[in-house]
């Protein structure tokens, strides 16, 4: 029966319904019958399902992150279906598989007014993603210290007790597909600008780039940090408020000419 729902729920399972200020909207389909079935198919799938309550740490980082993964200005080359589909466990992680030209090809096929928009647009949208990505750093650090707590909770009051240990590990493995996911999300953003950039370095040549290295080199700080689990630790908690004092890592061009671009060294 389950094989025959599934099929039926994926059609419908178009993207999740958006409100103000790229908020969810609630939805008795997307928030109550797709997870349910999610998590039956996850069962089946082998994986752990957990049937704790979220906390409300929990919840937040699951709403950050789904906010990062379809936020409105990439809404043209990102897959929102796709994301609805694996928020609720109906699919296996599906970003694994994601091209990084789509953004590029996306910038190329629209009709810009002039060349240099394209540049202006790549830092925009990089700092777009600069103003969210800290405070999911910041829900993820909750996260992880709700973890801290529940893992003291089941030692000292129910250090046997197998089906307890196995829903804290279980739920353990959610918390870090999501985080996992998020900062696969991020270097997926990061790498699709760096790619559009360096393509428009070579094609449209232009000065304006230097405003989408800048950008792009300030987000680069986040992904190496989320890479490395680094979600708590003070220079990132400087940044929820300060973001834009993050250091400037070297740039990918040096004494690039720009009258004379066939001279131009582009470093990657």
């Not at 059609?11 to 079935?37: K, T």
């Not at 993964?69 to 990439?74: G, K």
């Not at 353990?172 to 696969?184: D, G, L, P, Q, S």
Request: proline share 4%.
């Amino acid at each position: 029966m389950l094989t025959l729902l599934v099929p039926l729920l994926a059609l419908n399972a178009c993207a999740r319904p958006v409100g103000d200020f790229g908020r969810a909207e609630d939805s008795v389909i997307h928030d109550e019958i797709l997870p349910r079935v999610g998590a039956m198919v996850a069962n089946e799938r082998g994986e752990p399902v957990s049937r704790f309550i979220l906390t409300d740490e929990e919840k937040l980082m699951r709403n950050r992150v789904w906010r990062f993964l379809i936020a409105p200005h990439a809404n043209d080359w990102m897959f929102d279906a796709a994301v609805e589909l694996q928020r609720t466990r109906l699919t296996e992680p599906t970003d694994l598989s994601y091209t990084t030209d789509r953004y590029y090809t996306h910038l190329r096929l629209s009709d810009y007014n002039s060349t240099t928009t394209r540049y202006v647009t790549i830092a925009e949208d990089a700092r777009t993603d600069l103003k969210t990505v800290p405070g999911t750093f910041h829900a993820i650090c909750e996260v992880m210290e709700i973890e801290r707590r529940r893992t003291v909770a089941l030692k000292g009051l129910y250090p046997n007790n197998d089906a307890v240990r196995k829903e804290v590990r279980a739920r353990e493995f959610e918390n870090a597909n999501v985080i996992a996911w998020f900062t696969r999300a991020l270097d997926y953003r990061y790498k699709s600008y760096d790619v559009a950039l360096n393509r428009l370095l070579v094609e449209t040549p232009h000065q304006e780039a230097g405003l989408s290295n800048v950008a792009l080199n300030r987000l680069a700080v986040f992904v190496d940090r989320a890479k490395q689990g680094e979600f708590c630790d003070p220079f990132t908690d400087q940044t929820y408020k300060a973001h834009q004092e993050l250091p400037a890592l070297q740039s990918r061009y040096e004494n690039m000419d720009y009258n004379t671009p066939e001279e131009a060294v582009i470093l990657k």
